[in-house]
């Protein structure tokens, strides 16, 4: 898992304790707000850095994560930024597994 702001970026936790739903609500907006502006800052929001983003991200899927500092070398931002992004992005596919896990119980009774 990666931290952002102190907190861990899939279950809203601050090291140490829970937070609130309502913290942990406005923390996952915080990231979405810092992915969104990082999306802004550098053009990644049309198609052929889409692309490229995506190309990027399943040439590397067979290793155990993706370098932030390698991303950020490649599309030109901050280690930091790629962290963000990143976490981002593994935060709406922890979000794709658990809603297809729930569409398929669901689909069994």
């Known amino acids: 898992n990666v931290e952002i ?10 090291s140490g304790g829970e937070l609130t739903e ?6 996952l907006e915080r990231h979405k707000e810092a992915f969104d502006m990082i999306i802004a800052r550098y053009g990644l929001s049309d198609d052929e850095k889409a692309g490229e983003i995506a190309d990027f991200l399943t040439e590397n899927a067979g290793q155990a994560s993706v370098s932030a500092e390698e991303f950020a ?4 931002m901050t280690p930091t930024e790629a962290r963000i992004f990143l976490s981002w992005i593994q ?3 922890k979000f794709k597994e658990e809603s297809d896990r729930a569409a398929q119980a669901l689909n069994q009774q």
Do not use: N, T
């Not at 102190?6 to 809203?12: F, L």
């Open 73 to 76: 070398s490649k599309f030109g």
């Open 91 to 93: 935060v709406g596919i």
């Open 5 to 14: 702001m102190g907190k861990d970026a899939e279950s809203g936790e601050a």
């Open 22 to 27: 309502e913290a942990a609500m406005q923390s």
